[in-house]
Every structure is written in C-alpha cells, then in structure tokens.
C-alpha cells in the first residue's frame, strides 16, 4: 500500500502520492455503491496505521532538531504537548468559529509546506521558509474542495459557519473550489511540472461518497506519505529503516488512542457532544504542527 520508495525516493515519491490517491478515490467510490459499511472502517484503520503514526514521531523529530538526546518518549516533550492539546481544544469550546478559521489556515499551510519540501528535494535543492504564501495556497487548494462539499458544509454550520445554500447551490462551493484547484494545478505544473496535487484534492471530493474516507486517503497517501519522506530521508541519523523509525513513534500513538478512546466514550455516553469529539481531533494537530514547523518548543526544561 505505501510503495517499496515510498521513504527512500524523492523523485518518486509524488508519483506514488498520485497513483496511490488515484486508486484511493477509486476504492472510495466503489465501496460507496456496494460496500458502504466498509468505508468509515478503512478510514479509521488508515488513519490508525499511518495518519497518526506520522504525527507521534514529534517527540523524536523535536529531540533531532533541538539537539536533544535522541532517547525515549521523555516527560520534558510530552507533557507540554499534551497540555497543549488541551488549551487548542478549550479555545475550541470557547471561540469554536474563530478557531475553525484558524485550525484551516494553518493546516493549509502546513500541508501545502510539505509537499513542496519534497519537491525541493526533488529538484535537488534546500527547502526555504520564504514560500510561505505558496504553500499555504497549494494546501487551500488542496482541502477547499474536500472542505466545501455539502455533507462538510453541514459540519462547518456547527461550528457558526452557516452556509444557507438549498438545492442546486448546495454544490456550488465545491465547483468553485474545483475550479480554483484546477486552475492553481495548471499553474504550478507550468512552474514545477508537479503541480497535480490540488487535482487530486478535488477528485477525491468528488468521487468519494464517505467524507471522512475522502479525507483520510489525502492525509495518509498524500500528505502522511510525504511528510514520512521528508523525516525519514532528512533525519536518517534517528533510524537507519524506516521501520526502525515507525515504532518509535508507537509509545506517542498508544498516549493519543487512550485519550481519543475517552474522549469517544464520554461522546457514546452523551457527557460531551459530537462536535466537542470533533474538536478534540482538530485541536489535538495543532500542537504537531506547531512542533514540525518550528512555532514553538515543546520542552519544560
């Protein structure tokens, strides 16, 4: 499923990305029309397996980029980053709209960043901090169309984002978000001849009938994928396989599904509301992002 250069290759790596997100959309839309029970089970084992392994190799990212002893899961690292989460997810429950907005504009820019530090390797050449606006264009590009389809709309309304759009208009943000991705894609492709990424954004939000399946095949064949790439081959002094790599990201993964599977309990149980369960897992990337872009340090000593 990942592919044998998927960590090793950066000239092939975003033809995998495609490839792969290509037959994910494919899979989506098949298991939509005759297997739908299947489609939340997917994204959750996807998203289990890759999605949050790449977010729980921060401890050990942090520890490289700080010049930390590149030992176990510390107290130092995880007890800010957890309390981090915390404070993401109670600015959730206070300003929910206000925090949408900006829980879009960062990840936008954290996942259009990634994908161009694996084109700068690509090309050969250092990734830069100065094309800041260009890769949070590449990542609105990319999650506009998935963001803006009707079933997320609906989402969006619980958050104060209402959107009073009946019948045909309903689709209409999602068609302008199309539009603007296929425009941005022939732009770049003219720049950098790898410019399909926000294509394959719009084609899953299309094709796949399961919101959270659409997007767990973009977070974890697209930008986990790629951002595994950019750890592994930059940071090879943490593992000499990238299987060596991937369970040191276990002991973070195991701290997070505890909490998560709380939180879901306290959700079944009606002591918080589903959008409250939601804002957890929204809040809760904030605190990687944050690590992986360099914002903060998430060290007590």
Known sequence: MIGFNAFTSARRVRAWTLTLTGAGAILGWTLGQWLPDLQWPLAALLIGLIGIQHGALDHILHAHMHGDPEGPLRQSFVLPYIAGMGVAWAAFEW??????????IVSAYHFGMSHLRVDAMRQQRPPTSAKALAGTLIGMALIAPLVLRPDAL???????????????AQWLPLQVATGCAAFLTAVLHQEVKSGLLPLAGALLAWMVPDLLLAFALYFVLGHSREAFLDEFKNRQSMAVRFSSLYLRSLPLSITFGIMAAGVFWLTATEVLSERSALSFLLAGTLPHIAVIENWVTARTR
């Not at 609906?154 to 045909?168: C, H, K, N, P, T």
């Open 95 to 104: 300003a929910p709209s206000v925090m949408l907005g900006l829980f879009l």
């Open 154 to 168: 609906v989402i969006l309304s619980e958050y104060g984002w209402a959107f009073d759009l009946r019948g045909q």
